[in-house]
């Protein structure tokens, strides 16, 4: 049994120490930058890692940069550990893997592929409520078997042998500051407005480009208008939110602000489409 730990990179001089330090368990360990300017680099090859440089024309996708890294990263390990620069894997996590891995190869028809939960931290806090903990992720891959699909949410094929591992790894989405979260979710909401324009003009549940969570994406692109008031009242409200503090109260909020962003870029698309003036 040997693990390959594969880092999804762009500008994370700042997190990719914590992050390569905590896989140096890992056989191999690769970055795969999309054309950082702050030595992220040069971090990751002073941490032993291999660096390879794949930048991608237009929108970025975590899934084709996860799948590049498989066809065409040079690994040879027999299973393969996604993380981004952000996170984190603990000692009680990286066991939880390996004893996953184990008993995963003394089935006949054992998982090749698991997916694994973070702790999401904001401003100093686990926010479990606010996230709806756990939270699962497609991250962990048995070489040659398994695949990603999907764009910005990427999830196994839905035919796929799945596996949980419930020791969360860590994860720090808030560690670039308030100007990286904004500019992040103003991305994210632009191509989530561009998902429900298509889907709301017939382009069906494919529109929404992944499988995952896809009863509530419908529901969410048919209710488009609501979406900032549900939003917060999903992430104070009925995952208890409340119950932590300033931290989620104020999280509660900026992602109802980003749904907001996300309803404003849909009527633009559509006053856009009829010709009429923004």
């Not at 890294?69 to 027999?78: K, Y």
């Not at 042998?161 to 860590?170: D, F, K, L, S, W």
């Amino acid at each position: 049994m040997t693990i390959a730990a594969v880092v999804i990179s762009l500008n994370e001089a700042n997190n990719l120490p914590r992050c390569l330090n905590s896989l140096s368990w890992c056989e191999e360990l690769l970055l795969i930058d999309s054309g950082s300017t702050d030595g992220s680099q040069a971090i990751a090859a002073q941490r032993r890692a291999r660096v390879l440089e794949h930048r991608q024309p237009g929108r970025f996708s975590f899934t084709v940069q996860r799948n590049w890294a498989l066809e065409n990263g040079g690994l040879s390990s027999d299973w393969v550990l996604f993380l981004d620069a952000d996170e984190e894997v603990g000692p009680a996590c990286r066991g939880a893997i390996e004893a996953a891995i184990q008993s995963a190869l003394r089935q006949e028809d054992g998982p090749v592929g698991f997916e694994l939960t973070p702790r999401y931290w904001f401003l100093g806090r686990w926010l479990r409520y606010t996230q709806g903990y756990p939270n699962w992720h497609p991250r962990l891959v048995r070489r040659g078997h398994l695949s990603f699909e999907g764009s910005l949410w990427e999830s196994f094929p839905a035919d796929s042998r799945i596996g949980r591992i419930a020791v969360p790894y860590e994860h720090y989405a808030f560690s670039k500051g308030i100007d990286d979260w904004l500019e992040r979710h103003r991305r994210y909401a632009d191509w989530e407005a561009e998902r429900i324009v298509a889907y709301l003009d017939g382009g069906g549940s494919n529109a929404l480009g992944t499988r995952r969570w896809l009863r509530l994406r419908r529901l969410a692109a048919k209710l488009w208008p609501l979406r900032p008031l549900l939003r917060f009242s999903q992430k104070y409200l009925l995952q208890g939110g409340f119950r932590e503090g300033w931290q989620g109260l104020l999280f509660s909020l900026l992602m109802a602000g980003y749904d907001l962003i996300t309803v404003v870029k849909v009527i633009e698309r559509k006053r856009l489409a009829r010709g009429l003036p923004l």
